[in-house]
């Protein structure tokens, strides 16, 4: 089984920045990619926002490009976003997830509200 545990999410105003953390644990393989996805107010489904493999690969949805950074720690099973110049519609429940073997996990989700 896999965990993972997301924080970091918050209120915080148009332009500001702020920093998602998703540690996991469990059975995780070397091999994996691990991402963020967000799903906004009234939407159904989830968005891509960013993923990133264990060798440090990354992709991006246009949207966040250039504000957005995703990193990784793999010794510490942890994927980050660095959200820069935040807009009101970044505002979303933010999950993240780990791919490994051709099975997802999903953390609990993170609010992240961008509003002045």
């Known amino acids: 089984q896999v965990q993972l545990v997301e924080s970091g999410g918050g209120l915080v105003q148009p332009g500001g920045s702020l920093r998602l953390s998703c540690a996991a644990s469990?059975?995780?393989?070397?091999?994996?990619?691990m991402g963020w996805y967000r799903q906004a107010p009234g939407k159904q489904q989830r968005e891509l926002v960013a993923?990133?493999?264990?060798?440090?690969?990354?992709n991006y949805v246009e949207s966040v490009k250039g504000r957005f950074t995703i990193s990784r720690d793999n010794a510490k099973n942890t994927v980050y976003l660095q959200m820069n110049s935040l807009k009101p519609e970044d505002t979303a429940v933010y999950y993240c997830?780990?791919?490994?073997?051709?099975?997802?996990?999903w953390g609990q989700g993170t609010q992240v509200t961008v509003s002045s």
């Open positions: 469990g059975s995780i393989f070397s091999s994996n990619i």
């Open positions: 993923v990133i493999t264990s060798g440090g690969s990354t």
């Open positions: 997830n780990i791919n490994q073997l051709g099975y997802g996990y």
